[in-house]
């Protein structure tokens, strides 16, 4: 595989420390490799949401499906994100969206948003999977006056977006909903919630067996060619041949595997910090003690939620290395960035720290489709660090696009519009120093 990270950032030590493991071992999903040859009717690669939801969909509708993982099931961003199963998807906003797709496909993709949550909301339910869900939809926090403006003007487009009636907060508000900080304000959207996405992943994991999926861990693919009828899929130890095949690798993708995946995504690093149970006192003297999940204005935001067992979430973008000098940088950068938000908690230890990969495409909006070139076979990724409920969608549009039937949910345009090409190629990651530094300015001057 050719990856455009070192390797330091696919082994062990990002992801060591993640809380995740602690509530959902390792081992518990760890699965046997694939071995010899394996014939199937549809091959998955990748574990994830979105590999484990096509699964699900395609073993429920009666296909042999075999899925397949480099390390084990959920080892990538689907099992160390930060939980937040909420609205969006895409990096473009509205007025990009207008303008290339137009209103009418934009409107649609905002209403696929909300579609994508209740999708992950009736898998919980229909498979019983207890997921510590908690937080009565998501509320955006104002990181200055002029955000506070845009947030305020924007409320309107809510209401005819998604159907619902937001609450729009001043400073003062936040203070008596618990979400006391250095806001200037926010709005609460009565959308999505948050979960221990490892629990959810370990959910759809068991669902999907349990409807006849075949799933193998330790599993990379060095090689996709066709074999007559039949894409063949090259494994350390055997191979499989698949008269269909999905990819589901996100940011944890290969620039060969396959080879169209070459220049079209962009893995780019988010860290996560959580904190030890916090006491009562604790949590009044910072004056959070809000359920709600929550992320702030800027560009490069920062994300963070109150857990049911008292402990603290946060994490931010921008990430831009992955060596073990740059992760502990990120870790004490991610801290700085909690004690200047949340002063009150400088003495409070965090004790998890890791790093994931979510996945930016060159269009800014997810891609679900065919791969060009290669017969019968399907990609989706690219979710812009919202791949919770996205990444899930994403899977059931797969699973009705390989089963060669038109998809029986919404499957907008933005999502089918032709996976654009980063600039640089294999050298691409280049520009990320430029587009996060402007980002940066952007959030110091709104």
Known sequence: ???????????????????????????????????????????????????????????????????????????????????????????????????????????????????????????????????????????????????????????????????????????????????????????????????????????????????????????????????????????????????RLVIATNGYSSEDVPGWMAGRYMPAQSNVLVTRPLTEAEKQAAGWTSAQMAFDSRFLLHYFRLMPDNRFLFGRRGGLMSSPRADAGAIRTTRQHFETMFPAWADVESPHNWSGMVCLSGGLVPYCGPIPGLPNAYAGFAYHGNGVAMGSFTGALLADLALGRTPGRRYPAIMRAPAKRFPLGRFRRAIMPAMYAMAGIRDRLS
């Open 1 to 243: 595989m050719k990856r455009i990270f070192s390797d330091h950032a696919y082994g062990p030590a990002p992801v060591s420390d993640n809380y995740w493991a602690e509530t959902v071992p390792d081992t518990a999903l760890e699965r046997a490799p694939a071995m010899g040859e394996i014939r199937a009717d549809v091959a998955v690669i990748g574990a994830g949401f979105t590999g484990l939801s096509a699964a699900l969909h395609l073993a429920q509708a009666g296909a042999d499906v075999v899925v397949i993982d480099a390390q084990h099931p959920g080892w990538g961003a689907s099992g160390r994100n930060g939980g937040f199963c909420c609205l969006g998807g895409a990096k473009a906003d509205d007025a990009m969206l207008r303008r290339t797709f137009g209103e009418d496909a934009r409107a649609d993709w905002r209403r696929t948003e909300a579609d994508a949550i209740a999708l992950v909301a009736d898998l919980l339910e229909r498979h019983d999977i207890s997921a510590d869900t908690h937080s009565k939809g998501e509320t955006l926090l104002a990181h200055s006056p002029a955000a506070m403006r845009a947030i305020e003007t924007e409320a309107q487009t809510i209401t005819r977006d998604y159907g619902v009636d937001p609450t729009v907060h001043d400073a003062g508000d936040l203070d008596r909903l618990g979400m006391s900080g250095p806001f200037h304000g926010g709005i609460t959207l009565p959308i999505g919630f948050a979960l221990n996405p490892r629990k959810y992943l370990a959910g759809l994991l068991a669902a999907a067996e349990t409807a006849g999926a075949r799933i193998h861990g330790r599993s990379p693919v060095t090689n996709i060619s066709a074999d007559g009828d039949f894409q063949a899929l090259t494994l350390l130890k055997g191979r499989i041949l698949a008269r």
